[in-house]
């Protein structure tokens, strides 16, 4: 999975993880970012970076806020992008990932953006990638959603500064999110070594180094950052987790929980959240979330990513 | 609900309704529509009025006609255009409808065209919005659709020029009917008072003002505008209303009983149609149709209210 | 069926088959997409052939391939494209396909491109369209894909430079291909007399000239060509041929029964394929199939389909 980046220590051709991506490449990715975010309300500038250059935003998974930020980050740089709900469409024709890529591929298209359920479709789509087409990952399976971490960083890093020193709490159904694997993997890179998980027994992660919290509490206690994960209904559904009214009760991030953190610590959500299950609305809208501030990191990032790769 | 443009009686910022928007207002959306309006056949001109602006497209129900619409009217103005099919994603993942504006509004985005089937919303996500960034209604409940309501007096006006002194006759399911509404409160407040209204007695609206009949051809005797509405064949399943051969022959148009209205009479139909329930299709296609003129009209009214809401 | 370039001799207005289209007409299509064809790894020229056009991909049967193809055929001619999926949306209200046109017709749209199951129902929408519309077939039933059969065409001669004189094999279920049927047209008017056809005796066609093979044994024997039609699953369950284990047994083309063909044989598939059904893994990706090069080919072919349509 490390492959990709060990092969070219000094380029990045495809981002399907964070993991082994070297601290100077994420850090130059940072650094686009910033140079690439535009603040709400202000206005857009024009990009002609990637003029001339086919995005293909392939989905194997509903999604709505990634491909949007994808979509928006291709079109602001300039592409034309081609989008693809395959969530619907594949299933009728029943053609393999593999196929459908060489497919599009064919039609002079230069970066994938690949969500899809099972971990190692999009390892086997960048091994099958003619020289010149990139793919990045957009969500595989509960492994990796690299964006969504670099994004979490970027904002981490524009209230923090520096990730040495940080305490970050992950609170929730760690065990099944690529968000905090990719999170925390970048943190990692970047230097932070206090990285507490917290949530049921059952959804601690087994693979993730840092100190594991059934108590919610004892994690959050002196957090610089509180990440929030979205619980999945499905799993209170099959009993593995108490009900919602329960689970906000016991683990969800409410004014009094959020008070055991320093006292300027932020609090961030993927999205899209569950209000009143895992975390209160006044928290959600309140002064330290950082929740939408982090969608539109996320345009920026994704339009770095974009830009690194593409250019020449 | 009118409250909108009694707050900011020289400027639009939204256009939820048409209720209460004054005169001035819409007159001056009229004329605008009027310089963007491309006839058949001819050469579109480029526009760069919305260049670097971002539409949401923001579907709660589905949609074609409208939806493409809109699309059509923002590219042609320069903006870039994000649509969102919601009745098949938003679902998925059960997200409220404000946190899905929250996220896409954190995108630097500039104006939402949302439809949402519960009145209500479409308020809630305005007083929500930041303050540069605008929402325009593409239909809400069975309460308002005020770009339909602004084409059909668009179109009544090219060919019957003055609104005081016209009869206008609405026949069919006025009463859940938003595109009856909106163009009700167009006609009142361009001077139009003779309006009929006419279809089963359950179907006639309790709202609006003007006369009600049972029998379409009182309503339509005299008219200079017959405006046919869609029957939503699920109510004749719930055995509201007569079977589809039974409507036809009380309420529908057909050439007989066009006979009635006035020899220059206009006859309208917001689409889709239901051809031989509703409607004949030699009244449909007829001469004195001006259905598809309705529909690029649409483009024009819409395109006059994106660049009227969006430029500075 | 043929009308269409009969009333038209010197000018292609709509494309809907490849029946009766002059020599002449098609070898100058061949030729405009040679010049627009962008081999893989080359950077693309832009075009703005067709800036201020809208394109309207209309499909009312499920597509990616044929879909995101003349998608960017078109935007790559600087047209604004509409893509509307009424396999999922019609069915919401139940409109006509012919009112559906008339209502996109009347947005100030300049080109269809439409796909539907049931024959002439294209044929119709021609009938009905302006005299500055145009209308593409993208497949109609079983009838006809004319943009397929240019591409194959296309690709052949890329090979073959000539076509008198070539054996082309088309194995799988010729009956109900309407990719068989086009490329068949095509080759026809390009001067192939030998074509065989192989299958199931079920499947082999009623009304296309050429020798019928239940063996393709006999069909692949000395060909220049073999073309591998996609079996539709469905036709099994129906108990209409054998199971997909024998049918790649007796009809599937893998390396043994490969070289029977010529030496130099190409080997076409119009995708997406059934891998291990129609065709072997070793043979789809193997030296001797161009079936990629197929879909590179049909970008090119249908940006000269549209260019030429659209074009003064």
């Given amino acids: 999975m490390t492959g990709k980046h060990a092969e070219q220590p000094q380029r990045l051709h495809h981002l399907l993880t964070l993991a082994g991506l070297p601290q100077a490449l994420l850090v130059a990715l940072l650094e686009r970012a910033a140079e690439l975010r535009v603040a709400p309300g202000e206005p857009l500038r024009r990009h002609d970076l990637l003029s001339g250059k086919t995005v293909v935003n392939l989905f194997f998974e509903p999604s709505t806020r ?5 979509e928006l980050a291709a079109r602001r740089l300039g592409a034309e992008v081609l989008t693809l ?13 593999l ?23 999009l390892q086997t789509l960048a091994q099958h990638a003619l020289p010149q087409v990139h793919v990045v990952s957009a969500g595989e399976g509960s492994v990796s959603h690299p ?13 923090k500064q520096k990730f040495d020193g940080l305490a970050v ?12 694997r990719s999170a925390v993997q970048a943190l990692r890179t970047l230097g932070t070594r206090d990285i507490r998980y917290a949530g049921p027994a ?5 693979d993730l180094d840092g100190e594991r919290f059934t108590n919610p509490d004892k994690a959050i206690a002196g957090a610089d950052v509180v990440m929030m994960l979205r619980i999945q209904k499905e799993r ?19 004014a009094a929980r959020l008070k055991l953190a320093k ?13 009143g299950v895992e975390i209160a609305p006044e928290v959600a809208d309140g002064p330290q979330s950082v929740i939408r501030e982090q969608v539109t990191n996320g345009v920026a990032v994704r339009m770095a990513v974009l830009a690194t790769l593409l250019q020449k």
């Fill in 202 to 206: 059952e959804l601690l992660p087994e």
């Fill in 263 to 275: 006292r300027d610590a932020i609090v961030m959500h993927p999205g899209p959240m569950n209000r």
């Fill in 169 to 180: 709490a992950i609170v929730g159904d760690v065990r099944h999110s690529r968000v905090a």
């Fill in 236 to 254: 209170m559904q099959a009993g593995l987790i108490p009900d919602e009214h329960e689970y906000f009760r016991r683990y969800g991030l409410d």
């Fill in 66 to 70: 990634t491909r949007a930020s994808f």
């Fill in 85 to 97: 709900d395959m969530a619907f469409s594949s299933t009728v024709k029943g053609e393999s990932p």
């Fill in 99 to 121: 196929d459908t890529f060489y497919t599009l591929q064919a039609m002079n298209t230069d970066l994938f953006v690949v969500r899809h359920r099972e971990p190692g479709v």
């Fill in 147 to 159: 964006t969504q971490g670099l994004l979490d960083v970027f904002t981490i890093r524009r209230h």
